[in-house]
């Protein structure tokens, strides 16, 4: 079974563009999270999606958006880049079965690494 | 507020010899603690997950042990592999907000053969 996948895997763009990023989740799974790294805060939750709906969302600002298609797979949209947008955004799928959502397994994908100049 | 707190935030060992890292965590109602490791230029991949009964799980090399009361877990690697390099991160979920995740920062382990 393949993992899961993201698109593309390094992007460099310029202060005020915008960046789609893409994330393809393991099959089957229907919850896909999107996370950001940086060296100096870690990982941090963007927010999550299930069955095309926001069910989380994390503290960041409304530069930051999401949304999940029908088929599981999500994009998230960056708009007006900063240069502190500069890390590497991983997304993680999992299957989320009903009454244990507490403890369904994230995977990750292997991450886009944005750099802002 | 919720926090996760690891140490130390570095870590370098000889090969073959064993390790222990630590997470604090501040997290309340706690729900599930995981333990990640993540390579370098990857995303982090699943060592443990453990819920307020468990109180140790082991993955192979890998141990993690959670004491609720404390609100403290640690991880240990026996027998350290010099693919053991990387960085592990402490996640715990709490039951509300919908079950949402606190990373830890890491601790960074670099084993040396």
């Known amino acids: 079974k393949a993992g899961v996948t993201q698109t593309p895997r390094y992007l460099i763009k310029t202060r005020g563009q915008q960046v789609t990023l893409s994330c393809s989740p393991i099959?089957?799974?229907?919850?896909v999270s999107w996370y950001q790294q940086t060296p100096g805060q870690g990982l941090q939750f963007l927010f999550e999606?299930?069955?095309?709906?926001?069910?989380n969302k994390g503290n960041f600002p409304g530069r930051f958006s999401g949304r999940q298609f029908s088929n599981s797979r999500s994009e998230m949209n960056v708009s007006t880049l900063e240069l502190g947008d500069s890390a590497l955004y991983l997304c993680?799928?999992?299957?989320?079965?009903?009454?244990?959502?507490?403890?369904?397994?994230?995977?990750f994908g292997p991450g886009t690494r944005l750099t802002v100049l | 507020k919720n926090q996760v707190e690891q140490s130390p935030q570095s870590l370098i060992i000889l090969e073959g010899k064993n390790c222990t890292l630590q997470?604090?965590?501040?997290?309340?109602?706690?729900?599930?603690l995981r333990w990640y490791k993540q390579d370098t230029g990857r995303g982090p991949v699943s060592l443990t997950i453990m819920t307020f009964s468990e109180n140790t799980k082991s993955n192979g090399r890998y141990t993690a042990t959670l004491d609720a009361d404390t609100k403290q877990s640690s991880l240990h690697i026996t027998a350290s592999q010099l693919s053991d390099s990387a960085s592990y991160i402490c996640?715990?979920?709490?039951?509300?907000?919908?079950?949402?995740?606190?990373f830890g920062g890491g601790t960074r382990v670099l084993v040396k053969p």
């Open positions: 999606y299930f069955s095309e709906t926001q069910r």
């Open positions: 996640v715990v979920s709490s039951k509300a907000a919908g079950n949402k995740l606190t």
């Open positions: 099959s089957g799974h229907r919850s």
């Open positions: 993680a799928s999992s299957l989320w079965l009903a009454g244990a959502s507490s403890y369904n397994e994230q995977f």
């Open positions: 997470c604090n965590y501040t997290v309340s109602p706690f729900s599930n």
